[in-house]
C-alpha cells in the first residue's frame, strides 16, 4: 500500500495501522503502592481483630488486635480484589509487633510454614504465583516476576495457634 499524502497528523496513523495488519493493546499501566493500597476491596478470611481493612490501612506498627486474624490461622489467606487485572511484581508483608513467634504478634504458622503468593481472574481459582519460607522478621519481601490478575491474596500453611498480618503491600514493579 503506497503511503498517504496529507499534511494529517491522522494520516500517518491510519497509514501505520493499515501495514501493519493488526492492532497491539497498550501495556498496562503501571499503579503505584498507594493505587493499589485503595483499590478495590479486601478479601480472604483473616477477619478478626482488625479485620481485613486493617491489613491495608498503611499502618505496620501495632498489636495483633489491630491487625487482620484469623485464629487458628490453618489456610489463612488476605488479598484485595482489585476490580479489574492490575500488574503485581512484589508483596510486602508485615507481622504485627512483638517476638514473632507467639501471642498471636506473629504471621499465622508462628512464623513457620509457607506464604504462598496468588493470583485468580474471577476469585474462585486461585494459581500459585510464587512461594516462600516462613519467618518471624518483622517484614518479608516477596518478589516475583510480574503477572496481571484482578484477585491477589497470600496464603498461609498456618497452624493451630492464631496469626496476623499488619500490613499487605502491593507493589507493581
Do not use: H
Not at 47 to 75: E, I, M, N, V
Not at 123 to 138: I, L, M, N, P
Not at 159 to 167: A, H, P, R, Y
Amino acid at each position: 500500500m503506497a503511503p498517504i499524502k496529507s499534511n494529517s497528523p491522522f494520516a500517518s496513523y491510519f497509514n501505520f495501522f493499515s501495514e501493519s495488519g493488526n492492532l497491539q493493546p497498550a501495556p498496562p499501566t503501571l499503579l503505584t503502592r498507594e493505587q493499589l493500597r485503595t483499590k478495590g476491596t479486601a478479601i480472604g478470611d483473616m477477619t478478626q481483630d482488625g479485620g481485613l481493612a486493617a491489613a491495608f490501612d498503611d499502618s505496620t506498627t501495632g498489636d495483633y488486635t489491630q491487625g487482620a486474624r484469623k485464629d487458628p490461622s490453618t489456610d489463612a489467606n488476605v488479598g484485595r480484589n482489585f476490580g479489574e487485572a492490575v500488574t503485581i511484581a512484589k508483596v510486602i508483608l508485615f507481622r504485627p509487633d512483638g517476638n514473632g513467634t507467639s501471642g498471636s504478634n506473629c504471621f499465622p504458622g508462628e512464623g513457620g510454614g509457607t506464604y504462598t503468593i496468588q493470583k485468580s481472574d474471577g476469585g474462585s481459582s486461585y494459581t500459585d504465583v510464587t512461594s516462600v519460607s516462613g519467618t518471624t522478621d518483622k517484614s518479608i519481601t516477596i518478589t516475583f516476576t510480574a503477572a496481571s490478575a484482578q484477585y491477589w491474596r497470600v496464603s498461609f500453611t498456618g497452624d493451630n495457634n492464631g496469626g496476623t498480618v499488619q500490613e499487605m503491600q502491593f507493589y507493581s514493579s
